[in-house]
């Protein structure tokens, strides 16, 4: 198995309705895993990414968050409609999305 290049880390936690930190399955979390998948698949990055569904990674408020190693750099409140931008400009690119990183006062 190669070593990838870059991890993705999508939070995948879900909460029971009313939990005071709600979570990133509220947000629309798993939509967001599925495209990543779908898009690591169509772009047959299996040597260079790896994407894998994890627990809470912290800013649960904010979810969606997307953790990138080595980077260690997260984004939140990702959608689905922003996961191209996410490949394209950093796993491809190397260039982190500017918009969508998590505060740095949180992260
Ligand atoms: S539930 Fe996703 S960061 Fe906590």
């Not at 029971?16 to 772009?43: I, L, M």
């Not at 984004?75 to 740095?104: C, M, Q, W």
Request: charged content about 20%.
């Amino acid at each position: 198995m190669p070593k990838p290049a870059r991890h993705v880390f999508v939070c995948s936690q879900a909460r029971p309705p009313g939990h005071p930190r709600g979570s990133c399955a509220q947000k629309g979390c798993h939509e967001v895993v599925d495209e990543f998948t779908k898009q690591w698949q169509q772009r047959q990055l299996f040597a260079e990414v790896a994407v894998t569904p994890s627990g809470c990674i912290g800013p649960c408020s904010m979810g969606t968050n997307v953790l990138v190693y080595p980077e260690g750099v997260m984004y939140s409140n990702v959608t689905k409609a922003d996961v191209t931008e996410i490949f394209e400009e950093h796993l491809i690119g190397g260039r982190p999305v500017t918009r969508l990183l998590t505060p740095a006062s949180i992260w």
